[in-house]
């Protein structure tokens, strides 16, 4: 049965669409240049955070659906709640990639070449992330929406993780220290990790 969604309600509904349609198209873009860049390059922080960057893809296309579904007077609360522990798993998997490529490197001493594309991107990233995870924070309180809180922190550690890939990169571009790369990537697991569990609690899917 469809349910009536008020004028203030459908507005804040609408915004959170904007903004995940915002989110899904500068992953597809961050993600691309830092995947492509990084096997370029050999960078693994590259790579995982290009990774990362999909996997968020996954999960605002997971939050547009039950955004979309609510406005058409829907309950997508169930779905939700499987879709976040796939994504969990996945944040997992990928964790446990970055884990051992990055030691693998360290023992075997692999230098990155560098990368002017990676610093570009993550630069950028450092820009759009906080202003994005801010517009989503402010829709969210509109909502009462846990899930789009949760999101919104899935954003803002995209931007955590843009300040360890660039510190790495950086590193290595005007210091040649080629293990700044492997140590960055390595950095990135805990976070990772935290974003992953808190998805298989299905904290981003508590929905109201």
Known sequence: MAVEIDASREGHLSRGIVLEYLTIGWNVIEG????????????????GFGVDSFIETSSGLILLWRLRAERSGH???????????????????LAAYIGADSLLKLLHQQRPDQS?????????????????????????????????????????????LSVILLG??????????WWAD?????????????????ALRGKACKCH
């Not at 609360?77 to 944040?91: M, P, Q, Y």
């Not at 790495?168 to 220290?177: E, H, K, P, Q, Y």
């Open 116 to 160: 002017l594309p990676g610093i570009v991107i993550a630069i950028l990233s450092l820009i759009i992330m906080p202003w994005l995870a801010f517009q989503k924070r402010k829709t969210a309180s509109g909502l009462n929406s846990v899930a789009l809180h949760a999101d919104s922190r899935q954003t803002s550690i995209c931007a955590y």
């Open 75 to 93: 309950d997508a609360e169930r779905a939700e709640r499987i879709a976040s522990k796939l994504v969990g798993v996945s944040f997992m998997l």
């Open 168 to 177: 790495g990169l950086l590193l290595n571009a005007f210091f040649d220290w």
């Open 182 to 198: 492997p140590i960055a990537a390595r950095a990135m697991v805990p976070i990772i990790v935290k974003e992953g569990q808190e």
């Open 32 to 47: 691309t240049v830092a995947v492509i860049s990084g096997a370029v390059s050999g960078s693994i922080a590259l790579v």
